[in-house]
């Protein structure tokens, strides 16, 4: 079964740190596409930081500098790294895979991704 799990969600002060993980059931796809989005009651699912095969990581301007997205394939296990959280950054979080290599426009848009975990809560209080 193809399955992705996060882990790692919680509450935090603003300017504190969490790390997310995402613990897939098959091998990390070397020559695919993986990504973090995050989601507001009402809002659309925003991607935040992706990774694809060949190329450097795609950050939203709302993360970049900030956020950091990693793999470690012997793990099958994608991260993010957020640093210096604000209290907008609050959101369910979900990782996303898709075998393909996902041409710039769909890096971070949900429409590329064909598998998703279930979501982890990430609160940041001011």
């Known amino acids: 079964q193809v399955q992705l799990v996060e882990s790692g969600g919680g509450s935090v002060q603003a300017g504190g740190s969490l790390r997310l993980s995402c613990s897939a059931s098959?091998?990390?796809?070397?020559?695919?596409?993986m990504a973090w989005f995050r989601q507001v009651p009402g809002h659309q699912r925003e991607g935040i930081a992706a990774?694809?095969?060949?190329?450097?990581?795609r950050y939203d301007d709302s993360v970049k500098g900030r956020f950091t997205i990693s793999q470690d394939n012997a793990k099958n296990t994608l991260y993010l790294q957020m640093n210096t959280l604000r209290p907008e950054d609050t959101a369910i979080y979900y990782c996303?895979?898709?075998?393909?290599?996902?041409?710039?426009?769909?890096?971070?848009?949900?429409?590329?991704?064909?598998?998703w975990g279930q979501g982890t809560q990430v609160t940041v209080s001011s």
């Open positions: 098959f091998p990390i796809p070397t020559s695919g596409s």
């Open positions: 990774l694809s095969s060949g190329s450097t990581p």
């Open positions: 996303a895979a898709d075998p393909g290599i996902l041409p710039d426009p769909l890096l971070l848009h949900f429409r590329g991704y064909n598998v």
